[in-house]
């Protein structure tokens, strides 16, 4: 390789090595934002896995029940119970006085 091809050539590299520099380092941050994002719903899905359908109180299993049309989870150890969202509105927005009644009776076990 003669003088000037090499000269031609460093200056080639020269001119180009900021934008290749700049290249490799979005490409790096491309693929660590993508394994932070996957790493992220793997860590919620573990959790919503560890979390699914226990109790809050006491850590035991849950299971649905459905009174007067709304689906209550019950604590299968201490028998609390919860309500997902809209569940309440629609026991205290939709049914009359006398449907809550009647639902507040059977969840006590009155």
């Known amino acids: 390789m003669d003088e000037v091809s090499r000269k031609r050539e460093d200056d080639w590299f020269l001119q180009n090595e900021k934008k290749i520099l700049e290249d490799a380092r979005k ?3 491309k693929r660590e934002a993508q ?4 790493e992220t719903e793997e860590q919620r899905r573990k959790l919503k896995d560890l979390h699914w359908m226990k109790c809050p109180k006491c850590g ?3 299971k649905t029940e459905t009174l007067e049309g709304i689906e209550i989870d019950r604590c299968t150890f201490c028998e609390g119970f919860y309500l997902d969202q809209g569940e309440i509105e629609e026991l205290f927005l939709k049914k009359g006085q006398s449907q809550r009644q009647n639902f507040m009776r059977r969840l006590l076990g009155m």
Do not use: I, K, L
Request: charged share 50%; net charge negative; hydrophobic share 30%.
């Open 27 to 29: 490409a790096r941050e």
């Open 35 to 38: 394994r932070s994002v996957e």
């Open 60 to 62: 035991h299993d849950m």
